[in-house]
């Protein structure tokens, strides 16, 4: 089965812009979850998707928004782009949200 | 306190030797457990998945779970300078979002 990817690999924007990202999850996972990851605070959960509807959210500004399509992929959209926002973005499939987790490559979003 | 520590390291070891890494929780609610490896500027690889208390084992690793102390370990067994990387501990209630530890780097000298 083909891993979880995630487009873009590398992204470079400029602070009030805003963002879009893309995961594509494992065939037949129906969760997908959004983390942040910063040197400073680790592995942060955004957001998780099952069947198209959020069921958890962590703790980020109304900024951070995401959806699901039927097909189980995944967008996370950033608005209004801040410094403090560079990391690296994960997204995480699972089939069914209860339990391991597995991880695409990562989005590496630099804000200037 | 946080809710799941892990000591950040760096831990530095001779290749064949057997690496010990832990975290500890503060959440009893806590079921099901994970070991990720992380290489530099990849995403996290998925090592071992334990539910509840016990070990497993896969190959060069063991993971154990003590829930009564609330203490996690990852041994690997005859590392390789492959294995360099740094290595998280993760673990959710159920159908909750992963909590991860900070991660602790690994580096293992041939």
């Known amino acids: 089965k083909a891993g979880v990817t995630q487009t873009p690999r590398y992204l470079i924007k400029t602070r009030g812009q805003q963002v879009t990202l893309s995961c594509s999850p494992i065939?037949?996972?129906?969760?997908v979850s959004w983390y942040q990851q910063t040197p400073g605070q680790g592995l942060q959960f955004l957001f998780e998707y099952f069947s198209e509807t959020q069921r958890n959210k962590g703790n980020f500004p109304g900024r951070f928004s995401g959806r699901q399509f039927s097909n189980s992929r995944s967008e996370m959209n950033v608005s209004t782009l801040e410094l403090g926002d560079s990391a690296l973005y994960l997204c995480?499939?699972?089939?069914?949200?209860?339990?391991?987790?597995?991880f695409g490559p990562g989005t590496r979003l630099t804000v200037t | 306190q946080k809710e799941v520590e892990q000591d950040p390291g760096p831990l530095s070891v001779p290749e064949g030797a057997i690496v010990s890494l832990n975290c500890t929780y503060s959440?009893?609610?806590?079921?099901?457990f994970m070991w990720y490896r992380q290489y530099s500027r990849k995403g996290p690889e998925l090592l071992m998945y334990t539910y509840s208390s016990g070990n497993k084992e896969d190959g060069r690793f063991t993971a154990q779970v003590d829930k009564s102390s609330k203490y996690i370990s990852l041994f690997i067994r005859d590392s390789q300078p492959s294995d360099s990387a740094t290595y998280l501990c993760a673990m959710s209630e159920g159908n909750t979002p992963l909590v991860f530890g900070k991660g602790t780097r690994l580096s293992v000298i041939a």
């Open positions: 959440n009893s609610a806590f079921q099901y």
């Open positions: 065939s037949g996972h129906r969760s």
């Open positions: 995480a499939s699972s089939p069914t949200g209860v339990g391991e987790q597995y």
